[in-house]
């Protein structure tokens, strides 16, 4: 019996995402994503097809980790 190994993390970071998978990762409504999909607010979607477009989980994964880093701390004196 063929034994389950998970994916190499090449695969998983490069996993399309629908726009559902996408909201739930970043923790947005489906209408939240939508917003920031069409302001431009969050990286830009890759298609699918014709008329489905996705999103690289790992993009993603390295867009939230951007925005949730500490601002510089630098002393305003």
Do not use: H, N
């Not at 969050?42 to 477009?53: C, Q």
């Not at 790992?58 to 939230?64: A, K, Q, S, Y």
Request: aromatic share 6%.
């Amino acid at each position: 019996m063929k034994q389950d190994r998970p994916l190499p993390s090449e695969f998983s970071r490069s996993r399309a995402l629908g726009c559902k998978e996408a909201a739930e990762l970043i923790g947005v409504s489906l209408p939240t994503l939508r917003r920031l999909y069409r302001s431009g607010s969050m990286p830009a979607p890759i298609k699918i097809s014709d008329r489905l477009l996705g999103w690289q989980a790992g993009v993603l994964v390295d867009w939230l980790a951007s925005k949730t880093q500490q601002p510089d701390s630098r002393s305003a004196a």
